[in-house]
């Protein structure tokens, strides 16, 4: 079935440096893949997303390129800020999961000012 | 209006009560969503409406039983639960299967639930 790997964390770092979270999927088909967040305390809020191949997702600084040579979507960030502190989850949907996204274990992002 | 409400935000019941999750969207959004999320877990889904109707029951068990009233509501009944019930219980809706499986899931804030 289809299926998601988020690389574990806590990730830690420190203002303004760059931020990757790496993302890997199985699925058949051609899954659209998202990203979402969850700040603490709060439900999960689309971050961004990519609907085929080559398709690149960006939202507050935010990237993701969707390769379907290596089945990935890596999430990164050219600088984090301590607001970003939150948990990060990288989903897919397709066809034949119908409704269901699949959602990754998720990463935990802390951000030292 | 591209928000999801749900109510109440925090909910401390014991194992012998009844009580009910309630959950708003305005978006015109015809699938609807009941995720059950454990700390530092990613969201379980638990039941999807698509058109009103039930369209997936993973398996929960039936003192959970959801409700979808109108297109806009959605709730979620809770009797004779056990401690290992509580967990954060989140809503979200999205368009419904003719959209595609493009579009992303707007998720209410979740209702905190301890059952003691």
């Known amino acids: 079935g289809d299926s998601v790997t988020q690389m574990e964390g806590p990730v830690t770092l420190s203002e303004e440096a760059f931020l990757t979270i790496n993302c890997t999927y199985t699925?058949?088909?051609?899954?659209?893949l998202f990203w979402y967040v969850q700040y603490p305390g709060e439900g999960l809020q689309l971050l961004l997303k990519?609907?085929?191949?080559?398709d690149k997702g960006s939202n507050k600084g935010f990237e993701a390129t969707y390769r379907k040579e290596t089945t990935s979507f890596h999430l990164e960030k050219g600088s984090v800020q301590v607001s970003d502190s939150a948990v990060y989850f990288c989903?897919?949907?397709?066809?034949?999961?119908?409704?269901?996204?699949?959602f990754g274990a998720g990463t935990r992002l802390f951000v030292k000012a | 209006d591209t928000e999801v409400t749900q109510t109440p935000k925090h909910l401390v019941m014991g194992m012998t009560n009844k009580k009910s999750l309630k959950c708003e969207q305005h978006?015109?959004?015809?699938?609807m969503y009941w995720y059950k999320q454990k700390a530092k877990k990613p969201p379980e889904l638990m039941f999807v409406?698509?058109?009103?109707?039930?369209?997936i029951n993973e398996s929960v068990p039936s003192r959970f039983s959801p409700e979808c009233p109108n297109s806009s509501l959605l709730n979620l009944h809770l009797h004779a639960l056990q401690p290992e019930d509580s967990a954060l219980y989140l809503c979200?809706?999205?368009?419904?299967?003719?959209?595609?499986?493009?579009?992303?899931?707007?998720f209410g804030p979740g209702t905190r639930l301890t059952v003691l």
């Open positions: 979200a809706s999205s368009q419904g299967r003719l959209a595609g499986n493009y579009n992303e899931q707007f």
């Open positions: 699925a058949t088909g051609y899954p659209s």
């Open positions: 990519a609907t085929k191949a080559d």
């Open positions: 989903a897919l949907k397709s066809w034949t999961g119908g409704f269901k996204t699949i």
């Open positions: 978006m015109g959004h015809r699938a």
């Open positions: 409406y698509s058109y009103e109707k039930l369209s």
